[in-house]
């Protein structure tokens, strides 16, 4: 029953169902290692990492990560629990802000995939992480090359839940870019093929910017079933465990933002920022909208404000 307790688990995480998928998948582990199957083991335990992430309890979640690596270090496992361990390690240094460990990591894959062909389906779950690594620091362009090789690559091999995650992360980039229409054409292709599934956590996960954008495609165009679907998962990030960093800020700064954001506080033209880092000034409005935003502030003046009330900026 050991691998079915995992499987319902993921299930119920999926349906929003913490409780119970966090009594299934203590079950599912106490019975897993009797079948000496590293690879089931390993993958329960990021199974366990992520309720627990859900449910706020990140140092738990940390530990079950953990232990989920030590399992694949000590064991010879498939390739693809690698990877899924390694998207969760990566993940959670992203959640933590740990900038010094997700670029060592990222630049230290970005030299292996020089060598060979990066998109096997083995690789996958690593590769929708480095996007994330490159959203997380404002390589946004970067993000949406990497997303669109994955989009095809997923839908070719019919892995529907893995396309929902890539077609949710390109509408988020798009939607920060100022790109609307492109942003709501991937969030309702992604919600398209969530919908009779009852795919939910898959979108709360991705916290505040996710709802933001649930809601305003649900509020564009005429009545839909899906627009219904999207007004039922908006409004379930209410009371959702949430972390905060920099300050009172919920969703933290990148360290690309702050680069502008620094540049903004010199007294900075966005041409001139664009040169100094070099990317296009569209992508220099996209950061300072996304940097207003977040801050909740309307110009450049008050964001530099805002900023060094929070010790942002010193």
């Known amino acids: 029953m050991?691998?079915?307790?995992?499987?319902?688990?993921e299930i119920l995480y999926e349906w929003n169902d913490l409780e119970a998928a966090?009594?299934?998948?203590?079950?599912?582990?106490?019975?897993?290692p009797l079948w000496s199957k590293a690879d089931d083991t390993a993958l329960a335990y990021i199974v366990y990492s992520q309720i627990q992430q859900a449910q706020g309890n990140m140092s738990s979640a940390e530990k079950h990560i953990?232990?989920?690596?030590?399992?694949?270090r000590?064991?010879?496992?498939?390739?693809?629990?690698?990877?899924?361990?390694t998207a969760a390690e990566v993940g959670l240094q992203l959640k933590q802000r740990d900038i010094l460990a997700v670029h060592r990591w990222s630049n230290a894959l970005e030299d292996r995939l020089t060598s060979g062909h990066p998109f096997r389906f083995e690789n996958e779950l690593v590769l929708m992480v480095l996007a994330r690594v490159y959203i997380f620091q404002g390589e946004f362009d970067k993000g949406l090359k990497l997303l669109s090789q994955l989009e095809t690559s997923?839908?070719?091999?019919?892995?529907?839940?893995?396309?929902?995650?890539i077609l949710i992360l390109q509408a988020l980039i798009l939607h920060?870019?100022?790109?609307?229409d492109e942003a709501f054409s991937s969030i309702e292709k992604a919600l398209a093929l969530a919908e009779p599934e009852g795919y939910v956590r898959t979108f709360i996960d991705e916290g505040p910017p996710m709802q933001r954008l649930l809601t305003q495609w649900a509020s564009r165009g005429e009545f839909s079933h899906l627009k219904v679907f999207a007004s039922q998962l908006a409004a379930q990030f209410d009371g959702q465990a949430k972390t905060t960093d920099q300050g009172?800020?919920?969703?933290?700064?990148t360290p690309r933002e702050?680069?502008?954001?620094?540049?903004?506080?010199?007294?900075?033209?966005?041409?001139?920022i664009s040169v100094e880092l070099v990317v296009s000034p569209g992508t220099v409005k996209a950061h300072t909208s996304s940097i207003y935003r977040k801050l909740d502030v309307s110009n450049r003046t008050e964001a530099v404000a805002r900023a060094r009330e929070l010790d942002i900026l010193s």
């Not at 050991?2 to 688990?9: A, C, K, L, T």
């Not at 009172?248 to 700064?253: D, H, K, R, S, Y």
């Open 2 to 9: 050991s691998i079915v307790d995992m499987g319902y688990s």
């Open 22 to 32: 966090s009594t299934h998948i203590q079950k599912g582990l106490e019975f897993i």
């Open 66 to 72: 953990q232990q989920g690596s030590q399992t694949i």
């Open 74 to 85: 000590s064991s010879g496992v498939f390739s693809e629990a690698r990877g899924a361990v």
């Open 154 to 165: 997923a839908q070719e091999g019919g892995r529907e839940g893995r396309l929902i995650k």
């Open 176 to 180: 920060t870019k100022g790109d609307a």
């Open 248 to 253: 009172m800020l919920i969703e933290p700064l």
């Open 258 to 272: 702050i680069e502008v954001l620094t540049l903004v506080a010199l007294g900075k033209t966005n041409k001139a």
